[in-house]
């Protein structure tokens, strides 16, 4: 039903998608994301504070029962294993309002609906902007009308010429001025976040 289409991104995220040319191929690369060896990495602000450097988030996902366009948290019977690991990049103090902000990287490695707003929200940190499952006060959504949330690289090796593909994607006009518009409050960039900002054109 989707011709060529490798995976999705959810309604009003930007950046990296991988198409094929050929059933083949799609298959081919579909299956390098069941294996978890086709490299998806997203760029997310979230509220508040994010201590650790990096971690992992491990649940299970599934359809909400109280509102069929959410996906929850849960254990049971039915829920599908996601996996979300992540790189904090860049933390941002509070201001007069909210708990601050930090910027993250993260990296999929199961492709569940809404996963990583999911895992964000799950953690306790949802995504800036989120309509769907983040705050709704726009002071505290830097005037995002949608999710701060950009598929920023993708790396894999080609299953048919074996070539290693890499692509790069910066931040969207929208996503860069939110980022920008807390710069002064920013408490300083990690090691990760160091090499990785400068990408973004941040």
């Not at 996963?115 to 306790?124: L, P, S």
């Not at 690289?153 to 807390?182: C, N, W, Y």
Request: proline letters at 4%.
């Amino acid at each position: 039903d989707r011709p060529g289409i490798v995976h999705r991104l959810d309604m009003d995220t930007s950046g990296l998608m991988v198409a094929a040319k050929s059933d083949e191929v799609q298959k081919a690369l579909q299956d390098l994301i069941r294996l978890r060896v086709l490299d998806r990495r997203y760029v997310v602000l979230v509220q508040g504070y994010v201590a650790p450097d990096e971690g992992t988030i491990e649940t299970g996902i599934a359809r909400s029962t109280r509102d069929r366009l959410k996906m929850t948290v849960t254990d049971a019977p039915g829920a599908r294993e996601a996996i979300t690991t992540f790189r904090t990049l860049e933390r941002f103090e509070a201001g007069r309002r909210g708990e601050g902000y930090s910027l993250l990287e993260c990296h999929l490695y199961t492709g569940r609906t809404h996963q990583i707003r999911v895992h964000m929200r799950h953690v306790g940190h949802p995504v800036v902007g989120d309509q769907l499952y983040g705050r709704k006060d726009e002071r505290l959504n830097l005037g995002l009308k949608r999710q701060f949330l950009h598929s920023w690289h993708i790396q894999f090796e080609h299953p048919v010429t074996g070539e290693m593909i890499e692509r790069r994607d910066s931040l969207p006009p929208d996503l860069l001025a939110a980022l920008k518009s807390q710069g002064e409050l920013s408490m300083g960039r990690t090691a990760a976040g160091t090499e990785i900002c400068p990408r973004l054109g941040a």
